[in-house]
Nanobody, 125 residues
Framework: QEQLVESGGGLVQAGGSLRLSCAPS????????MGWFRQVPGKEREFVAA????????AYADSVKGRFTISRDNAKNTVYLQMNSLKPEDTAVYYC??????????????????WGKGTLVTVSS
């Protein structure tokens, strides 16, 4: 079964930290890029960060640069999103995603082939 399983969401106060994890399994197509997106009700899903699975290069949305870090552990086949200095505006459902082509820069939802079910991150003020 093709799936991306996320974990690590929750409630945190502004200024705090959370780490999200994503473990892909059973993916049919090759994936060069793993990423995180987020969505709030009434808005489109927006890009947060991406990582080149083989080489480790990273890309970030301007809104999270310097606060969020994406990383991967090839041995554990897991991607992480370390979120520091969280703000109330970071509140969203965070989705793990996988795509076939790394190109750097920002990504749209259409660039990704696989999606997790999402994990809720709530940042209180």
């Amino acid at each position: 079964q093709e799936q991306l399983v996320e974990s690590g969401g929750g409630l945190v106060q502004a200024g705090g930290s959370l780490r999200l994890s994503c473990a892909p399994s059973g993916l049919t197509f090759s994936t060069d890029v793993m990423g995180w997106f987020r969505q709030v009700p009434g808005k489109e899903r927006e890009f947060v960060a991406a990582i080149y699975w083989s080489g480790g290069r990273q890309a970030y949305a301007d809104s999270v640069k310097g606060r969020f870090t994406i990383s991967r552990d090839n041995a554990k086949n897991t991607v992480y999103l370390q979120m520091n200095s969280l703000k109330p505006e970071d509140t969203a459902v965070y989705y793990c995603a996988a795509g076939s082509r790394w190109r750097g820069g920002t990504y749209s939802s259409y660039d990704m082939d696989y999606w997790g079910k999402g994990t809720l991150v709530t940042v209180s003020s």
